[in-house]
């Protein structure tokens, strides 16, 4: 067999267009799928009946299910209701959701790991509980779990490959125009496995940046990445 680049690197605007809806995909699912886990983290350790039921039921069903059948309940369970959204719209509804249970269980992870005396030294300072909650319990639990919700956010953009199935016009989709285009299968996706790791190594090089901002007492924070 004889190896030719040439041919599948010469569309490389494709797959930088791919590359960037990948990130793009992957960046949007992170922060609203983030903010999802928190909320629904916050949910299941709530003295409500209803949102700690509510919480443990979304959890344990994207848990227990596959990434690609999600995607094609969102895909085609709103074609079925008349709303005819754009595959990227779709592809990040159903991203978003999907990492926001496992952000859930992860921040919970965190909220678990915060001592109530901690809590109640901070109520005897006098401080609000607004204060309270923001300094005393969300940013160390967040901080405690840093390096797993990042390493799940990597995950979550390595997982997006399979929104090519909807045709939403990812890395991976448009490796596979190129690779049937071209008729050059190995060379297509050692190119795209390359630009996978490059774009890992770049979330992760942003999230050891921000780490840093967020909680710059921690330079160790980069290690653990």
């Known amino acids: 067999?004889?190896?030719?680049?040439?041919?599948?690197?010469?569309?490389?605007?494709?797959?930088?267009d791919g590359a960037a809806m990948t990130l793009k995909l992957a960046v949007g699912a992170t922060l609203i799928g983030f903010a999802i886990g928190t909320l629904c983290a916050i949910g299941r350790r709530s003295n409500l009946g209803w949102a700690r039921r509510a919480s443990t039921f979304y959890v344990e069903v994207i848990r227990n299910t596959?990434?690609?059948?999600q995607i094609f309940l969102v895909y085609f369970?709103?074609?079925s209701l008349g709303l005819k959204l754009p595959a990227f719209s779709v592809a990040l509804a159903a991203l978003t959701i999907n990492v926001g249970a496992y952000a859930t269980e992860i921040m919970r992870a965190g909220f678990d790991s915060i001592h109530k005396g901690q809590i109640e030294a901070a109520e005897c300072l006098a401080l609000s509980r607004r204060q309270v909650y923001w300094h005393v319990v969300l940013l160390p639990a967040m901080e405690r779990v840093y390096p797993a919700l990042t390493s799940q956010f990597v995950l979550l953009m390595l997982a997006s490959s399979v929104c090519s199935q909807i045709s939403a016009e990812e890395l991976t989709a448009v490796a596979n125009f190129v690779q049937s285009d071209t008729y050059r299968p190995f060379e297509t996706y050692a190119i795209v496995g390359l630009a996978y790791v490059l774009l890992s190594l770049l979330m992760r090089a942003g999230f050891w940046g921000l780490g840093l901002a967020l909680f710059p007492r921690r330079r160790r924070l980069g290690t653990a990445l």
């Open 1 to 16: 067999m004889t190896l030719d680049f040439a041919a599948v690197a010469a569309r490389w605007p494709m797959f930088l």
């Open 66 to 69: 596959p990434l690609l059948v």
């Open 77 to 79: 369970g709103l074609a």
